[in-house]
């Protein structure tokens, strides 16, 4: 046996010396890139199949989201903000600035999520009825694509025209060939969620066509600080004309922001790739855009000042509520209607609506390294798992309406439905006197102890955390020994239906 | 750039040599090596999972390699499969004169099936234990044996010499996970 083994490692050795990694790297690492970038859409928008879905894949709720700057930053409820539509000029194909996009196959029921590369989410899904391809576009418009002479498709998404060649009488898409398709992607500032001054303002950089956030931006003194929504922070100082320059998804691109006394933002999109210089000015009120250079199309933008408006669904929040009394001991909120609130009190240890009920119950920890090493095989986090039989819990969802919904672990009602209509959340809290003192935070792109993802295609939504360290007491509330309940909800994007059950005890 | 794009190029600039040439044990190809290092690659920098550094990247990228492997021998046509059955058999019968030939290790891998090829790698390269190598490769631990213990026979003919196809459990010499952490 060492003979063989030592004859192997010398083999090993003496290959390495043949093998050229600047090579490998300048030949691979643009598609590599790509699909890695592909697949962290498809998961960070919450539609990914059981081989697209791995450890952490919906495991951080809408901190993974590719909005979740948006959705969970700084805006308070009531406090006035800015909302802005985009609208995206119809141009001749000739005109139409290329797009990076990748067909991803969710699995086996024919469907197929439409993303652009480097993270930004999803733009259309499609699957194949009698020799079509139906198409839903990201605003829920549906069209029906007949096949050319030449067996392929072609469809047009938000003024950019794809042309995508599936294989002939298949229901998978065996070769996909997509035109337009050098990186070009347009961008733009949403207007600051909060100006009362209160709180650091922040702006929202939304990829233009799907309204997708890329990152977040606010100031810290003279720096500007961008959060990544595919992870990561730039802190950026002023460059020597007073703008900042950042790069996000790739190299590619690179926005310029200026900002004035009054509070004013210019971002510039240079036109590293494209040639183009759009200047889009961002007011802290009402943005308009003031001037346009481009030789492509840009997106026109629209801002009004709007008031948000309860509604049925409670706005999510981990902050802690606060009592009469001026403590920050939470007590019952009467405006707290949710289950993932700080202050929500259950009226009962389980409860459900007709097909949406959680379950759960006591496992340990040891139990869940079984489950991720069945699930996850050799990616299984078990350096993150132990591996004593401690106490931990487990929760399903059985929604029934998994496919093509945004899964979190975040409330439902505070994701965004523009992209997908209907999102389903599933996490823990901590519960004492049958109210919820203890939350998981969902602003970071990692809760600590908890998985939650889903055992393939049609699978439940199952919930895992085997480390309490990862909820967050309410104000001074203390979570030890606290009860753990499994809550859960889902959206349609107009009504969050709870359900949560008892799971420690 | 997102954050895992920098590992990502370290890995692939830095560390490909390595891992090309573990690849290139299990397939027997340059190209094809280099087609299973790019899945592993994807398949392990999808995960989501946040790599502080390429030492902890390759050894997960390095582990994905041999399942990589195996699937895609899985997803390859039956007549694929059976021109590589035939390979193996033509291996078999590599007679002693041309002993000089089959010396070379790689060439007595490359006689092997795929899937031999893999438990072969898996035991007596990475030094993992029948349990583990069925784990990986998501093979019964009596597939496993079997394959190990044809391989052992067709290994000793080819290379003149005695291979210990043990299927005893070991302990790992280098545990996976460490085996791509450079000092």
Known sequence: MSGLQERLGAAVEMDALDFDGSSFAEARFGAVRGRVARRRAARSAGIGGASLVGVGAVAFGAGQMPWSGLVLGANPAGSPSVECTTSMPDAAAGDVPDLAVAWTELGGNSLWTFSQEHGTGTLATAHFEGGFLVVTDFDGKQSTVEPGADGTYTIKLGGYEVTSTFADGQDTPVTVAEGNTAPVMTAELVAPSSDDGSSPVSWAIQESTSGVVLATARMEGANLVVVESAGGTQTLEPQGDGTYVVQLAGQEYRWAFTIDGQGIVTMQVDGESSGSEDIVTVGSATPSITSVQSSVPVPSVTCEPVTPVPSASASPSVEPSTSPDGSSEPSPATDVDSPFQCGFVFDADEHGIDDVRAFGAETTDTAIRAVFADWYGNQAPTTEVGDTGAIAYHATLDAGALTGAQVTAADPASVRHDVLPNAVGLSFVAVRDAMVVGVIPTETNHATGLVVDSDGEGGPLEAFLWNTDGLTACGTASVDGADIYAVAGTSDGSAVDYSWIKVSG | ?183
């Not at chain 2, 690849?23 to 995960?47: I, K």
């Not at chain 2, 990247?57 to 035939?86: M, N, Q, T």
Request: hydrophobic share 45%.
């Open chain 2, 1 to 183: 750039m997102a954050r895992w794009e920098p590992i990502l190029d370290e890995v692939m600039r830095e560390r490909a040599p390595r891992l090309l040439a573990y690849a290139n044990l299990l397939t027997g190809d340059a190209t094809e090596a280099q087609d299973v290092l790019q899945d592993a690659l994807v398949r392990t920098f999808s995960r989501g999972r946040a790599f502080d550094n390429a030492n902890l990247a390759e050894a997960y990228v390095r582990r994905a390699i041999p399942s990589v492997f195996i699937d895609r021998l899985r997803k390859r046509r039956a007549a694929e499969r059976a021109h590589e059955r035939d390979v193996a058999i033509g291996g078999r019968d590599v007679p002693v004169t041309d002993r000089d030939v089959v010396m070379d290790v790689r060439a007595a891998l490359a006689a092997l099936p795929p899937q031999e090829r893999a438990c072969v790698v898996l035991r007596f390269y990475d030094d993992l234990t029948v349990p583990q190598i069925s784990a990986q490769l998501s093979l019964a631990e009596g597939t496993v044996k079997r394959y190990l213990s044809d391989a052992s026979g067709r290994l000793a003919s080819m290379l003149g010499e005695d291979v210990d196809a043990s299927t005893e459990a070991t302990l790992p010499v280098v545990t996976p996970g460490m085996k791509g952490v450079r000092p």
